[in-house]
């Protein structure tokens, strides 16, 4: 609730106004800065990222926001992917995990599958600019091949959301809510361990114990595609 302070420090015009009306405009103008401060991943790491593509001689300015608040309302993640994201060239993800860790990934190919009766229908797809990268260890994960093959998957059934790599490298399920690791299968790890390299890039979830030889299963608290 505004302060006693607040209301003394407000212009001379709004001292006309009672004490609830001054309170709202206070309330008002607490709300619009707050606003005004929010920034999404994207802009908050944008300098990492930026960076990443333009060492690749790839840029920037085809990424426009897609999605950037997977969790402030009740939306079908997948579906909504396809629909609003579909057919705008370049694309990434940032997701920030429960456990602290902020990590994500592009591709040049387009978000949507392949369509049916233009095979592949769906399936493991080819970039060679692909890549995953951790923005908690400042670290771009690039592709073991240099041909792209195997570099994302997507489903023409809207079963999941970002996946990345044969195994898979990144999986993001159909909520945007939680997913799994298996860093080391098609990108390349910090370490050649994949259960070690997983963890590495989504970190550990605090709130089960995990058996370090299986995928690092993560839950995200904030996912948005550009």
Request: include cysteine; glycine fraction near 10%.
């Amino acid at each position: 609730e505004p302060s006693d302070f607040a209301l003394a420090e407000l212009p001379v015009w709004h001292r006309g106004l009672s004490d609830v009306e001054m309170r709202e405009v206070v309330a008002d103008l607490h709300d619009a800065l707050l606003v005004g401060q929010r920034r999404t991943l994207y802009e908050t790491y944008a300098p990492h990222i930026t960076e990443w593509l333009e060492s690749a001689s790839l840029g920037t300015s085809a990424l426009r926001p897609c999605i950037t608040d997977v969790h402030g309302g009740e939306v079908l993640f997948a579906a909504d992917l396809r629909a609003r994201c579909a057919s705008r060239g370049p694309w990434l993800f940032v997701a920030r995990a429960s456990s602290g860790y902020v990590f994500g990934g592009y591709s040049q190919d387009d978000i949507a599958p392949h369509p049916c009766g233009a095979p592949p229908c769906g399936g493991y797809r080819t970039d060679a600019a692909a890549f995953l990268f951790s923005i908690t260890n400042a670290h771009k994960h690039a592709l073991a091949n240099a041909s792209g093959a195997f570099a994302l998957f997507s489903s023409d059934d809207a079963a999941s959301g970002p996946v990345f790599g044969a195994g898979h490298d990144v999986f993001v399920d159909a909520t945007g809510r939680s997913g799994y690791s298996n860093l080391g299968k098609t990108y390349r790890g910090r370490t050649q361990h994949t259960a070690y390299a997983s963890r590495d890039l989504v970190g550990f979830r605090p709130d089960v114990v995990e058996d370090a030889q299986q995928p690092a299963h993560f839950v995200l608290t904030g996912l948005e595609v550009w």
